[in-house]
């Protein structure tokens, strides 16, 4: 029987996050070898906010090397850019065609960037959640496994698939998002009621997959907690944001319940609680980053890994973009 679909995606907009790996990456390696799974490099998305030319081409084919280093497998899936397949953008203006402003200016990831970045609220930011319903949809995805804050894309990607489908027969798969157990939401260091964020403005706030070890590991010991001295899970308790997020982190790393871990930090104080998050979570990027480092001299496989994805990227989704544009009336 053929696989289920899986198709998802990381923008290349700057350093990628304990919170972008644990709340998308590590949840597709583990789920490659069940799915034939399609991960783009999102380079379209994230001119939605300015970018310097040369640090997007350097960024799109460092995420390049890291999805190959994180364990995903390019011979077994396909990898590729997005701005190498035109069908994206193509279908993304069939689709604005379908999709409401209302519907659109409902989206909270617009509406915190157009607060982050009042100088340039750009058509794009508005109209983003089409072209990533487009990216989905042209791979007839079953499942798209993503992190919280992109669940709400998902609902209007399924939204826009479900009335073109409902004007015009079985065109689209409806997808489904899917959420990791543990890290689906990985807060901020600083302020951790706040998500993690790649573009914050304070670098202590995140931990960057490539940030230097005794880095990572000085962030984790000074991230803001509380004064209780109680290691302790408490969803939704805001004064416990901190350790919730800390054993969050632990338990994603480690494949361990929340509650077996603090139970090991009873009657002990958050330094030692912090050091073995910080050790944990260093073991765990260890291997990550050697492989990300073997990569680096290997300009001509990484050219060669989106050169062929390409080509699949293209032929797949200029299969679904005839079928759309057959749809609609225009003459092929
Ligand atoms: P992006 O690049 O902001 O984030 C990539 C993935 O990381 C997840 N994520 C997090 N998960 C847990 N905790 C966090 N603090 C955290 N921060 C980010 C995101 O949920 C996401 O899964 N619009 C998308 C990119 C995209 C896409 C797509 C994704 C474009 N087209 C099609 C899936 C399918 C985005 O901006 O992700």
């Known amino acids: 029987m053929d696989k289920k679909i899986i198709f998802s995606g990381v923008q290349p907009s700057g350093n990628i996050t304990l919170g972008n790996y644990l709340g998308a990456i590590k949840n597709w390696v583990d789920l490659q070898k069940d799915y034939s799974c399609r991960y783009a490099i999102m380079d379209m998305h994230s001119i939605t906010v300015r970018q310097d030319p ?18 995903i497998d390019p011979e077994e899936n396909l990898l590729f850019i997005q701005s190498q397949a035109p069908a994206h953008a193509q279908l993304a203006w069939v689709l604005n065609c379908y999709t409401y402003m209302g519907e659109l200016s409902r989206m909270t990831q ?22 990533m319903a487009a990216d989905i949809l042209l791979y007839q995805a079953d499942l798209v496994p993503v992190g919280k804050d992109q669940m709400q894309h998902i609902e209007i990607t399924r939204d826009i698939a479900g009335r073109f489908n409902a004007l015009y027969g ?14 689906a939401k990985v807060m901020s260091l600083t302020e951790p009621t706040k998500k993690m964020s790649k573009s914050d403005e304070n670098p202590k706030a995140y931990i960057s997959i490539l940030d230097d070890f005794n880095v990572i590991a000085k962030k984790i010991k000074s991230a803001v907690t509380d004064s209780e001295g109680v290691v302790e899970y408490r969803e939704g308790d805001e004064t416990k944001a901190g350790i919730n997020n800390l054993l969050t982190i632990m338990a994603a790393v480690t494949g361990r319940a929340v509650e077996d871990i603090a139970a090991d930090y009873a009657g002990k104080g ?11 979570v260093v073991e765990h990027i260890r291997p990550i980053r050697e492989k990300y480092d073997s990569l680096s001299g290997n300009k001509d496989y990484l050219v060669s890994i989106y050169t062929k994805g390409a080509e699949k990227a293209c032929a797949i989704s200029e299969r679904t973009l005839q079928k759309v544009y057959k749809k609609v009336g225009f003459v092929l």
């Open 54 to 71: 040369a640090q997007l081409r350097k960024r799109t084919l460092d995420l390049l090397k890291l999805y190959i280093a994180c364990g």
């Open 110 to 131: 617009y509406k915190d960037k157009c607060a982050q970045h009042a100088d340039n609220i750009n058509a794009g930011l508005f109209t983003y959640p089409v072209l």
């Open 170 to 183: 079985d065109v689209f798969k409806i997808p489904e998002g899917f959420l990791p157990k543990a890290g």
């Open 270 to 280: 958050y330094g030692a609680f912090k050091a073995d998050v910080a050790e944990a």
